[in-house]
T-cell receptor, first 113, second 113 residues
Framework: GNSVTQMEGPVTLSEEAFLTINCTYT??????LFWYVQYPGEGLQLLLK?????DKGSNKGFEATYRKETTSFHLEKGSVQVSDSAVYFC????????????FGKGTTLSVSS | DGGITQSPKYLFRKEGQNVTLSCEQN?????MYWYRQDPGQGLRLIYY???????QKGDIAEGYSVSREKKESFPLTVTSAQKNPTAFYLC????????????FGSGTRLTVV
């Protein structure tokens, strides 16, 4: 079946450090891939997405490239801020009508000043 | 403003009691979803509905029930048959499908004592 695997956290960084959160997927066909972010006590918000191989999603300084050959969609940011502290979820959609998003287990990021 | 409202934010119930969590959206979205979030488990799909008067079981539907009598509303009932109901419950909706992202509510934290 379809699934998403994320690196385990927590990830602890100092402000202005480089961030990478790894995400790999298993899917039949060609899924669409997403990163969502969850701030404490809130629901999730869509951060970025990519719908086909080699697409790069970007938003708020975050980027992720859809790599079909390595079935990966790693999240990166060049310089993190304290306000980026949150839980990040990688997700996939199998591009099949009537199906829902499948989420990874989430990775907690903590940024200190 | 358009969005999804989940109520209440915190809910306490005694073991053996059924409890209903509310989810209302004014986004005119066709599809609605319920996820359960536990520490280290990510989001797991409970039920989802693509249109009014129709819904499908997700991965962990046992012990839960839903209804979709109105487009705007998708209440979730946690029954006494649910073995471990204490969790954070998230409701989401999407317009033309998951490809365009979900809009999430801010969640309900249910504690069963």
């Amino acid at each position: 079946g379809n699934s998403v695997t994320q690196m385990e956290g927590p990830v602890t960084l100092s402000e202005e450090a480089f961030l990478t959160i790894n995400c790999t997927y298993t899917a039949t066909g060609y899924p669409s891939l997403f990163w969502y972010v969850q701030y404490p006590g809130e629901g999730l918000q869509l951060l970025l997405k990519a719908t086909k191989a080699d697409d790069k999603g970007s938003n708020k300084g975050f980027e992720a490239t859809y790599r079909k050959e390595t079935t990966s969609f790693h999240l990166e940011k060049g310089s993190v801020q304290v306000s980026d502290s949150a839980v990040y979820f990688c997700a996939l959609w199998a591009n099949q009508a009537g199906t829902a998003l499948i989420f990874g287990k989430g990775t907690t990021l903590s940024v200190s000043s | 403003d358009g969005g999804i409202t989940q109520s209440p934010k915190y809910l306490f119930r005694k073991e053996g009691q059924n409890v209903t969590l509310s989810c209302e959206q004014n986004l005119n979205h066709d599809a609605m979803y319920w996820y359960r979030q536990d520490p280290g488990q990510g989001l797991r799909l409970i039920y989802y509905s693509q249109i009014v008067n129709d819904f499908q079981k997700g991965d962990i539907a046992e012990g839960y029930s839903v209804s979709r009598e109105k487009k705007e509303s998708f209440p979730l009932t946690v029954t006494s048959a649910q073995k471990n109901p204490t969790a954070f419950y998230l409701c989401a909706s999407s317009g033309t499908g998951p490809l365009y992202g979900y809009t999430f509510g801010s969640g309900t934290r249910l504690t069963v004592v």
